[in-house]
């Protein structure tokens, strides 16, 4: 087998880079352990500017159905916030749906695609179903547990936060336009609308031994509005994680995705993040070398991770949460502010001189949760 890239991993970021590196001309090969339609714990919605990133891919999101939302919701028992986009809908899809969509366009573009297939490293080499592969650049896309990324020596790095994550489907209408992240006793539960009468229902939570049942049981008005809605799919569960790596690229090999180091689930940022760095990736490449991705790809990570520290410190402290969501309730504008920075249409900077102490407050770095190596 040869290649010029070979890609471990067809979940969304592999499938990505395999699109924007073909689009470039390069020669792809891409295996995944599974066989499609690959699903995953995933809270399935889609921040407003991966309707930009897809578009470069030649990948129409319409097509996939799904549901637009158009914007957040944060809550807990005392206080509720909203806020829309600035720069238009994110839209909410079934992840088995985004695979197709990614699969279909991958497949139009002639790279070859093999399922079923794990990667597999053998006395220092790597092996697709057995055979040796011989490629110029080899791409780890297998996500949040990497082994390319332990084999090619890319685990150093820092976690700053390990959560537990469940994910299952309802049926019944969705009841707002907005995606709603709810806090609760036992963690959050984050709604998010991918069809017209289902709904997507995440959770996330630092509790082991703690499901989706659990933490949604614990917040009533979740419980009011799923009372006697039909469970449409088996929940799947993953763990969430914060995790800085010290390089994402050695030598011949460079990781995107989850692989590359990612961020907790609630800032619903992880799909957004492995498009980014698929294009990056791919005009890295085109440029002739690696160093521009590792240089660019801090960059693409630094403010969701900002914003992951954000919301982890309100999930940490629930007096710190309530004095936050008051402070939103009482001034909408910062709320809306805040929405515009975490989707990149706002600097952190002028949110911060607008609004002064008030952003201050919220803006604190966080606490490690746990360090050492990734
Ligand atoms: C509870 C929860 C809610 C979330 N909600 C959101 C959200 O609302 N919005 C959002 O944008 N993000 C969300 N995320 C994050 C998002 O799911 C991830 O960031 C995203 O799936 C990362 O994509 P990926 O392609 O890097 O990895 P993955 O989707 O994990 O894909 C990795 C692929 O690699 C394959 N693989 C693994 N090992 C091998 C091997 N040895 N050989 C070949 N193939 C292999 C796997 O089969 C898999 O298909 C959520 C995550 C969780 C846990």
């Given at each position: 087998m040869h290649c010029d890239v070979l890609i471990a991993g067809g979940g969304p970021a592999g499938l990505a880079a395999a699109i924007a590196l073909r689009q470039r001309g390069a020669d792809v090969l891409l295996a995944d352990a599974l066989r499609p339609p690959i699903d995953k714990a995933c809270g399935e919605g889609l921040m407003p500017d991966s309707h930009r990133d897809l578009a470069r891919l030649?990948?129409?999101?319409?097509?996939?159905?799904g549901a637009e939302f158009r914007g957040m919701v944060f809550a807990d028992e005392g206080a509720r916030v909203s806020a829309d986009f600035p720069q238009g809908p994110g839209i909410g899809m079934r992840r088995t749906a985004l695979q197709r969509l990614l699969v279909d366009r991958a497949s139009e573009l002639g790279v070859r695609m093999l399922w079923n297939t794990p990667l597999l490293a053998k006395n220092g080499r790597l092996l697709i179903a057995g055979n040796c592969c011989h490629y110029r650049w080899l791409v780890g896309a297998?996500?949040?547990?990497?082994r390319l990324r332990a084999w090619a020596g890319l685990e150093t790095g820092t976690i700053r936060s390990r959560r537990y994550g469940f994910r299952a489907h309802f049926r019944v209408a969705p009841w707002g336009p907005h995606v709603e992240v709810h806090w609760g006793r036992l963690g959050q539960a984050c709604i998010t609308p991918v069809g017209s009468q289902e709904i997507s229902v995440s959770a996330m939570s630092r509790i082991p031994g703690v499901r989706l049942g659990d933490v949604v049981g614990a917040i009533p008005f979740l419980c009011g509005k799923l009372?006697?809605?039909?469970?449409?799919t088996r929940e799947r569960g993953s763990l969430t994680v914060t995790r800085q790596l010290a390089?994402?690229?050695l030598g011949n090999v460079a990781l995107v995705g989850d692989a590359s180091g990612s961020i907790d689930a609630?800032?619903?940022?992880g799909l957004a993040l492995g498009f980014r760095q698929a294009l990056l990736l791919a005009e890295s490449l085109e440029a002739g070398g690696l160093e521009p991705y590792e240089a660019g790809h801090s960059g693409i990570l630094a403010l969701p991770r900002r914003m992951a520290a954000l919301l982890l410190r309100m999930d940490g402290a629930p007096w710190l949460r309530r004095r936050a969501l008051e402070a939103m309730a009482a001034r909408p504008e910062l709320f809306r502010g805040l929405l515009a920075v975490h989707v990149g249409h706002e600097p952190l900077s002028r949110f911060v001189l607008r609004h002064g102490a008030k952003a201050g407050i919220l803006l604190l770095p966080g606490r490690r949760q746990a360090t050492g190596a990734a």
């Open positions: 030649g990948v129409d999101l319409r097509a996939g159905g297998d996500g949040l547990g990497s009372a006697g809605a039909a469970q449409t390089r994402v690229t609630i800032t619903g940022e």
